[in-house]
C-alpha cells in the first residue's frame, strides 16, 4: 500500500511516499523568508504553499519512483496550525483524490509528532509517554496504541519552541531562534546563570514558559541595557537552554515513573536539540528508561510522519474513510488555566 501524504500546517510545504514499510520519500520546502519579519506571516505562509505544493508534491512522487496511478491512499494534515495554511494542503489533497479516485485520511499534526519516532524504532512499542515539543506545542502523552492515547501535560501559555523563539529574539538572533540557541550554547556555560524552571517542582505534568521568557527580559535589560551581549551570549544561551531542557526532561522522565512506563519518545522540533537529546538519554538511562528520538529528518515539520500515521489509521479502519467530511481547525491544544 502506498500512500502520498502532505503536511502544510505551518511554514513548510511537505510531501511524502510511504509504502507501509518504509519512507520512500521526504521532500520538504521551508519558507526562510518569514526570518526578516522576526516570525511567521500566516497571509504570506499561506500563498508561498499555493507556489510550492505542486512541485514539491512531483517531486516526492518522483523520489519515490511513483506516480499517481500507482499511489493507492492520500493523507493530509488538516489540523492544528494555521488556518490558510492548512487549507492549502487540504484543497490541494482532496483535489487529487477526487481526480484520481483515492480515498484520503486527514492526520492531526500532533498525532503525527506523537507517534514519529517509531517510524525507524522498531523497538518502540506501547505503552509509551511521548513528549511533543514544537513551535507550537509542547505536550505530554500516554500512548496505548494508534487510536488511544490520553493527554497528561499541556503548556499553559508559550510552547518550549516558542519560547526559544521568543528569547532568541531578545538577543537578536534570527528566526527560528532555536538551532542558533543550540548552537550558541555549544560553547557556553549552562550554570553561569540560574534561570526559573517553571513548574517543575509543582504535582502534575503541565508546562509554563512565559514566565522564563519575562525574566530572561529583565535580566538582558539589567545586565546588558546596550543589548551588547559580546561573547557572553554562549554562556546566556547555555543557561536559559538549560532551564527549558531540565523542565521538559525531569517531567517527562516524572510521567514515566509515575505510570510504571519504560518507553519515552520525543518529537517535535525542539527534539532536535543536542542538549535535550543528551540530558534527556543520560538522565533516563539512569531510571532504567529508553528514549526514543525520530531521525533528524522527521523532528521538524514533515509529511512522512503524516503518511506513517495515515497507514496505521487506514489499516485499522478502512470503512472510516469513504467521503471527504473533515474540515480543517486551527485552534492548538492549551492547558486551562485555573
Ligand atoms: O515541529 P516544528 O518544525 O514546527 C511546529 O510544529 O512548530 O518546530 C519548530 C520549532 C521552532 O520553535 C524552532 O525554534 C524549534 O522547533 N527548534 C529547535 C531546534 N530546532 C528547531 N529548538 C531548540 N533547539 C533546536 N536545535
Ligand atoms: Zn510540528
Redesign the pocket.
Known amino acids: 500500500m502506498k500512500i502520498l501524504a502532505i503536511e502544510t500546517?505551518?511554514d513548510?510545504t511537505a510531501a511524502s511516499v510511504y509504502d507501509d514499510l518504509q519512507v520512500l520519500s521526504n521532500v520538504i520546502s521551508s519558507q526562510y523568508f518569514h526570518s526578516k519579519y522576526g516570525g511567521i506571516i500566516p497571509e504570506l505562509a499561506s500563498r508561498a504553499h499555493l507556489t510550492a505544493i505542486s512541485e514539491i508534491v512531483s517531486q516526492a512522487l518522483v523520489n519515490a519512483s511513483q506516480s499517481m496511478e500507482s499511489i493507492d491512499l492520500l493523507a493530509v494534515t488538516v489540523e492544528p496550525g494555521l488556518q490558510g495554511s492548512l487549507v492549502v494542503g487540504s484543497s490541494f489533497a482532496k483535489g487529487l483524490s477526487i481526480k484520481y479516485n483515492k480515498p484520503l485520511i486527514p492526520i492531526n499534526?500532533i498525532e503525527g509528532?506523537l507517534y514519529s519516532s517509531m517510524i525507524d524504532n522498531k523497538e518502540l512499542k506501547f505503552p509509551f509517554v511521548s513528549l511533543v515539543v514544537?513551535?507550537?506545542?509542547t505536550a505530554l502523552f500516554l500512548v496505548y496504541s494508534f487510536s488511544e492515547y490520553k493527554v497528561i501535560g499541556l503548556t499553559k501559555d508559550d510552547a518550549a519552541?516558542?519560547a526559544?523563539?521568543k528569547i532568541a529574539k531578545l538577543l537578536g538572533l534570527p528566526y527560528?531562534?532555536?538551532?542558533h540557541?543550540?548552537e550558541l550554547a555549544k560553547s557556553g556555560n549552562p550554570n553561569k546563570y540560574k534561570f526559573p524552571r517553571p513548574m517543575l517542582s509543582e504535582n502534575n505534568f503541565d508546562f509554563s514558559f512565559s514566565g522564563l521568557k519575562t525574566s530572561v527580559r529583565y535580566f538582558l535589560q539589567k545586565n546588558f541595557p546596550l543589548n551588547d551581549f559580546g561573547t557572553e551570549i554562549h554562556n546566556i544561551s547555555a543557561s536559559l537552554q538549560e532551564a527549558i531542557v531540565d523542565v521538559i526532561s525531569q517531567k517527562s522522565i516524572n510521567a514515566a515513573l509515575k505510570h510504571n512506563i519504560s518507553q519515552i519518545s520525543i518529537s517535535?522540533?525542539?527534539s532536535?536539540?543536542?542538549r535535550l537529546r543528551n540530558k534527556l538519554s543520560e538522565n533516563a538511562s539512569k531510571k532504567g528508561i529508553q528514549l526514543f528520538m525520530p531521525n533528524l529528518s522527521y523532528?521538524?515539520?514533515n509529511a512522512a510522519m503524516i503518511g506513517f500515521l495515515a497507514s496505521k489509521k487506514y489499516k485499522a479502519k478502512p470503512a472510516d474513510y469513504v467521503d471527504y467530511s473533515f474540515t480543517v481547525n486551527s485552534k492548538p491544544l492549551r492547558a486551562k488555566s485555573k
Request: proline content about 7%; overall charge negative.
Open positions: 500546517s505551518c513548510d499534526h509528532h514544537s513551535g507550537g506545542h519552541g516558542e526559544f523563539d527560528p531562534g532555536g538551532p540557541i543550540d517535535g522540533g525542539v532536535a536539540n543536542s523532528c521538524l515539520d
